[in-house]
Nanobody
Framework: QVQLVESGGGLVQAGNSLRLSCVVS????????MDWYRQAPGKDRDLVAG???????NYADSVKGRFTISRDNTKNTVYLQMNSLKPEDTGAYYC???????????????WGQGTQVTVSS
């Protein structure tokens, strides 16, 4: 099995920063993309940032210049540094990873349980 555990969420004032972490563990042979999604109350879960195994990032327009995604392949961990936070960044942040398990011949996507980020004005 594969588990994703996020951490680092919390309540902050607008303009401040938070750093989210997501550790992927289990019977892992390889991890391809690692992504962060955000879901605000009553809204869809949207992609915030993603990163390939080689480190190529992509960002939603709303977070470009403020958020930075990175990963440590030796620790199977992905990070999301969030600066200049705004109230509209509030939501549950979910980690998603494309994983090949040992003995399996295909990538499968897995989700974490989410971590709450609340930005007050």
């Amino acid at each position: 099995q594969v588990q994703l555990v996020e951490s680092g969420g919390g309540l902050v004032q607008a303009g401040n920063s938070l750093r989210l972490s997501c550790v992927v563990s289990g019977s892992i042979f390889s991890i391809r993309s690692m992504d962060w999604y955000r879901q605000a109350p009553g809204k869809d879960r949207d992609l915030v940032a993603g990163i390939t195994r080689d480190g190529g990032p992509n960002y939603a327009d709303s977070v470009k210049g403020r958020f930075t995604i990175s990963r440590d392949n030796t620790k199977n961990t992905v990070y999301l540094q969030m600066n200049s936070l705004k109230p509209e960044d509030t939501g549950a942040y979910y980690c998603n990873a494309e994983v090949v398990r040992y003995g399996m011949g295909r990538y499968e996507r897995y989700w974490g349980q989410g971590t709450q980020v609340t930005v007050s004005s």
